[in-house]
């Protein structure tokens, strides 16, 4: 649902994602590769971490949807609006779209905004429809992460800018998984690693040098 997706996205389930990156790593013969996500990939990184430790050496999490699975009324309406909003900004042109990227997000490299606003324009907000129908395959991240034995880097930015993790959540995490880093990232929002490149890329490389 991000990008050139053929057929329906509601309902695509993440246990899906999870086996084309199993699958990935098995036929490209990686000997246990450490996993970078982002949102769903985060998710997915995730969970590819806790089933298959044979495969990973560890797994870095990039603000994933630690979600519940039913969301609550504000959840659900600020969904809603979000999806108003990405269908509106998607039917603008790509220059208007570029314009808008550059505005909002003074902070990103130029290399960074081209590909946003395209992919802006394949977005399919009907990914989330499973999810505000209460119908959701977010894996129970509670319960994954409890299973993991992998070195984890959970990576956090701002809620009031975006950012999906809580710091309730982050603390529970950290709880749930012993293996499990925070590093919460001052002043990013969703996109920690558009919006503070170097602080992110800094705090990554300082978790693969000790794994």
């Not at 997000?105 to 399919?124: C, G």
Request: hydrophobic residues 40%; aromatic residues 6%.
């Amino acid at each position: 649902g991000h990008g050139r997706t053929i057929g329906l996205v509601d309902g695509l389930a993440f246990d899906v994602l999870t086996q084309d990156a199993v699958a990935l790593i098995q036929n490209l013969k990686l000997e246990r590769p450490y996993l970078f996500g982002h949102s769903m990939g985060a998710m997915t990184a995730l969970e590819v971490a806790a089933n298959r430790p044979d495969l990973v050496s560890a797994a870095v999490l990039e603000d994933p949807p630690f979600l519940d699975r039913s969301p609550s009324p504000t959840e659900r309406a600020r969904l809603q609006e979000n999806a108003q909003a990405g269908l509106a900004f998607r039917s603008l042109s790509l220059a208007d779209r570029l314009a808008r990227g550059r505005a909002d997000n003074p902070a990103w490299s130029e290399e960074e905004i081209l590909p946003w606003a395209e992919s802006k324009r394949e977005y399919q907000p009907e990914i989330m429809n499973s999810w505000l129908r209460g119908e959701s395959s977010l894996p129970l991240w509670r319960e994954t992460l409890s299973r993991v034995v992998r070195p984890l880097l959970l990576i956090t930015g701002d809620t009031d800018r975006g950012s999906l993790v809580t710091a309730e959540a982050a603390q529970e995490a950290s709880r749930l998984c012993r293996p499990c880093e925070v590093a919460h990232v001052s002043g990013a929002g969703h996109c920690i690693h558009r919006d503070r490149f170097a602080e992110t890329m800094q705090i990554v490389l300082a978790f693969l040098r000790k794994h």
